[in-house]
């Protein structure tokens, strides 16, 4: 970036009104040595500016793509921050006609982002440059005392600002926001990632489930956890345990807890059958249950509900909790069906009908996002 000062040129202000100032630049390569020539670059494109100038006016800045983050460490093994992004073309056009370069938002954990707190506070590129990457000490921006990654999650997004020739600073939106954070999950679907960071931040992954197998299939034991962590995360209420335990074959607690409120029920008077697979249509109900219990004054009727092929395969007492559910787009079928449950050996040898974990946790944010505000 170049500075032109009319005082210091041949002109003591710039009349933009009534002329026009034409500009082109080029590299020259000067040798110590007056045994060479110097040698000069091509010139650069006309710009012009002022009278009858044909300016192109930018009033919109498309936001840096794939943000990404690493940590590394210096020489002196204090950790730092590596980011880079890619730049939209629209923006490497921008830049031709105005500075444009980027800024750094961070935060910690829950807390707010520096430009929350203040806006210029946010990490600037260096000289204004556009660049597609950058490094950021958190420790010399001063919004921290240290950096322990083992301690804490760090976040980051980039920002695109814009220095018009008259006005205020324009602004992109606001990068994907990557962190510092280990995946509480492992082996998961491409599809089920965005779903389960969601489940991670809302609180919705049990213990027993953290950096599990996201593909493999879900107990009764699991999806019951996953049932009472949605309960407790959309009320904000946490049962105390006071029913006595009727289970022969189980003493967890989680279990109990939604035993206890009607969430889930035993496969029989004394067992549960924990380390059992969990059928689609015992998902469905069970989910539908705690939704009614989360929410009790909400419409439940199953009016306008999916007909399904395979109806006849669903157990009676789980008809109504499917039917619903599937009316409000929290579990799906497929080419018309619904596959409740495997009815045939064929279907049992196969799987069919069963729920993976990822699957189960996806349709607990998807209950969530929905009731959380009694909606």
Do not use: C
């Amino acid at each position: 970036i170049w500075q032109l000062d009319p005082t210091k040129g041949p002109a003591d202000s710039f009349d933009l009104k009534n002329n026009t100032y034409y500009f082109r630049m080029r590299y020259a390569l000067e040798s110590d040595s007056n045994e060479f020539t110097t040698l000069y670059s091509p010139y650069s494109d006309v710009f012009a500016i002022g009278k009858n100038a044909n300016v192109t006016e930018i009033k919109k800045l498309d936001s840096p793509k794939d943000l990404q983050v690493v940590v590394k460490k210096d020489s002196s093994n204090k950790p730092y921050f590596h980011l880079e992004w890619t730049i939209p073309q629209s923006i490497t056009e921008s830049s031709k006609h105005i500075p444009v370069f980027h800024r750094i938002d961070f935060k910690v954990g829950d807390g707010k982002w520096a430009s929350e707190k203040e806006f210029d506070s946010m990490a600037i590129a260096g000289s204004k440059l556009l660049t597609s990457s950058d490094t950021l000490d958190p420790v010399e921006e001063e919004y921290v005392d240290k950096v322990v990654i083992e301690e804490n999650t760090y976040y980051f997004r980039v920002v695109f600002e814009g220095e018009p020739n008259t006005g205020s600073s324009i602004y992109s939106d606001f990068s994907n926001i990557v962190s510092t954070k280990v995946e509480s999950y492992s082996n998961a679907s491409d599809w089920a990632k965005p779903e389960l960071d969601k489940a991670e931040g809302y609180g919705l992954i049990p213990a027993s489930l953290k950096y599990a197998d996201m593909t493999k299939h879900i107990t009764r034991e699991e999806f019951a956890e996953v049932a009472i962590k949605l309960y407790e995360k959309t009320t904000g209420f946490t049962p105390e345990l006071k029913v006595s335990n009727p289970f022969t074959d189980t003493e967890n607690p989680e279990i109990l807890k939604a035993y206890q409120i009607g969430i889930t029920a035993g496969t029989s008077a004394t067992t549960f059958e924990p380390n059992k697979l969990i059928n689609r249509e015992q998902v469905a109900t069970m989910l539908s249950r705690a939704i009614r219990i989360m929410v009790p004054t909400a419409d439940f009727s199953t009016d306008g509900a999916p007909v399904f092929n395979d109806e006849n395969n669903i157990s009676t007492w789980a008809l109504e909790h499917v039917k619903y559910m599937s009316k409000i787009g929290i579990i799906k079928g497929a080419d018309g069906n619904f596959m409740p449950k495997a009815v045939t050996s064929a279907q049992i040898a196969s799987g069919y009908a069963n729920t993976t974990r990822e699957q189960a946790i996806a349709m607990g944010v998807r209950a969530f996002e929905k009731y959380k505000t009694g909606e």
